[in-house]
């Protein structure tokens, strides 16, 4: 089983709509949880920090299911330039800083 | 101010050559990464430096990678006798800090490596 786990997609959403991502890791220790961006041959960039409580950054929301052991991206009112793929990011326990990245999830949103 | 740069931005080598990829992290982060990207793939880590020691080397592929960090600033990543399975997007990112919820990772462009 691989250590963190997206469903590829594409997922196709019209503009408006809303969408939301799973992430599965296998790591019950897992220590800090992130979503990153990517466009297409472009670098990685930070999206938004996972946090236990959840947490919100205008449209987007993440949250942290501990026990089912995933972690979620929701994008309200989804925008062309929401356009995508989306990267979960595990630290997988304490005293590493090895980040585990997902293959990811490719977003398009459609006019 | 500058982001992280690498260079080169893409790179075609023979089978059997030598390669060394170049990484110029922002100025005062002290944490360095290098990754992997294959077509398609999430990205593979490779080595982790703490200023200048790295220590986490457990992603590096094969002895015929290695990496080192001078001057807590610029880094190599060398490939000896490349094979073709070593064609990807070489990614090198810094953070100011490590560690969770230090470690904002900056990422560069990358070295697209192409392995005829």
């Known amino acids: 089983r691989k250590e963190v786990e997206q469903d590829p997609g594409p997922f196709n959403v019209p503009e408006g709509a809303t969408v939301a991502f799973n992430c599965t890791y296998s790591?019950?220790?897992?220590?800090?949880f992130f979503w990153y961006r990517q466009d297409c041959r472009k670098e990685p960039k930070l999206l938004m920090s996972?946090?236990?409580s959840g947490n919100e950054d205008g449209r987007f929301t993440a949250q942290l299911n501990r026990a089912s052991q995933y972690i979620s991206l929701l994008i309200r009112d989804s925008k062309l330039s929401d356009s995508a793929t989306y990267l979960c990011?595990?630290?997988?326990?304490?005293?590493?800083?090895?980040?585990?990245f997902g293959t990811g999830t490719r977003l398009k949103v459609l006019a | 101010g500058a982001g992280v740069s690498q260079s080169p931005s893409n790179k075609v080598t023979e089978k059997g050559k030598d390669v060394e990829l170049r990484c110029d992290p922002i100025?005062?982060?002290?944490?360095l990464y290098w990754y992997r990207q294959s077509l398609g793939q999430g990205l593979e880590f490779l080595i982790y430096?703490?200023?200048?020691?790295?220590?986490?080397k457990s992603g590096l592929p094969s002895d015929r990678f290695s990496a080192e960090r001078t001057g807590g600033s610029v880094s190599t990543l060398t490939i000896q006798r490349t094979q073709q399975e070593d064609s990807a997007v070489y990614l090198c990112?810094?953070?100011?800090?490590?560690?969770?919820?230090?470690?904002?990772?900056?990422f560069g462009p990358g070295t697209r490596l192409t392995v005829t």
């Open positions: 100025s005062g982060h002290t944490a």
């Open positions: 996972v946090y236990s």
């Open positions: 430096f703490q200023g200048n020691s790295a220590p986490d």
């Open positions: 990112a810094s953070s100011l800090l490590a560690g969770p919820g230090l470690g904002r990772q900056y």
């Open positions: 790591n019950s220790a897992s220590q800090s």
């Open positions: 990011v595990v630290i997988p326990t304490s005293g590493t800083y090895k980040y585990i």
